[in-house]
């Protein structure tokens, strides 16, 4: 496929009120894109366009709207594929994280989840997949994760909703990727909000939760606008996969030289830093 054009048509992005989504949003504005953003967070979300305006004259839509709601999901979709006719290219950014091993880890919480990680990217592809179809060029991103490479322990909510989307990608891709360009993106340890809005499974020993944070936050150090450009020049390039950080370069390198053994190798390798 050629080179993507940012200039003819809207882009989608969910969970653009900060982090990587908050990024792209201004850099696809500066390549010339019109804009809708999704978010939860409405006066974060209403600030990022509101500076997104300030700097371009590229339109900018802004829509409220919790994910995790499933009527309210299937709703956007359809907003966004009657009112953005012209769309050329989503971006599905939105997650979440949920700390706890699967004992501890409810069936609400676990769903929970799965609604904003897996469902409604799901969804939003299936709602705007005939309108970018309609206009060949198109592209589609799904934002996965290093934990949609490896699994470790704490992390099967996380991990399950990131295999499952990389899965998606990969095999959406096989079939539409002759019209529409798919990127799966595996970032690594981005310094985000995640970690502060990240929810722990309600059975969960309370001082497991404090250091489970502290090592979340020292986890995130990769800067949001230099993933965001590797994202947007994957777009352009129309790459199908892209791997943010070393924290998730070296975790795809052992995975695959030692696919029985790589926690134990990953866990020696944490411990040496």
């Known amino acids: 496929m050629k080179r993507f054009d940012f200039r003819r048509g809207t882009a989608v992005v969910t969970g653009a009120a900060s982090g990587i989504g908050e990024q792209v949003s201004r850099q696809l504005a500066e390549r ?21 305006r300030s700097r371009s004259s590229v339109p900018v839509a802004t829509y409220v709207v919790d994910l995790a709601d499933e009527d309210a999901t299937r709703n956007l979709g359809r907003t966004l594929a009657d009112t953005h006719e012209d769309t050329t290219l989503l971006v599905n950014n939105a997650g979440v ?35 970018l ?30 295999f499952a989307l990389r899965g998606f990608s990969e095999s959406l891709r096989a ?31 309370p001082r497991e939760v404090e250091a ?33 950080g070393s924290s998730a370069v070296v975790p795809d390198l052992v995975v695959r030289l030692t696919p029985q053994h790589y926690p134990r190798i990953l866990a020696l390798l944490q411990r040496e830093k």
């Open 32 to 52: 010339g894109s019109a804009l809708a953003l999704v978010d939860r967070d409405g006066d974060r979300l209403d600030a990022v366009a509101s500076g997104i």
């Open 97 to 131: 994280a949920l700390g706890g091993a699967f004992a501890q880890t409810s069936a609400e919480e676990f769903d929970w989840l799965l609604a904003i990680n897996l469902r409604a990217p799901i969804t939003l592809t299936r709602a705007l997949l005939p309108v």
């Open 133 to 162: 179809q309609s206009r060949p060029g198109s592209h589609l991103v799904n934002l996965s994760s290093v934990f949609g490479i490896m699994a470790p322990p704490g992390q099967v909510a996380y991990a399950t909703s990131k």
């Open 175 to 205: 079939e539409i990727g002759g019209t529409v360009g798919v990127t799966v993106v595996h970032p690594g340890g981005i310094r985000t909000r995640i970690a502060a809005n990240a929810r722990v499974a309600a059975a969960t020993d």
């Open 212 to 244: 489970g944070k502290a090592a979340f936050e020292k986890f995130l150090s990769y800067p949001a606008d230099k993933a965001a450009a590797q994202i947007v020049a994957a777009v352009e390039k129309r790459k199908p996969r892209v791997l943010i």
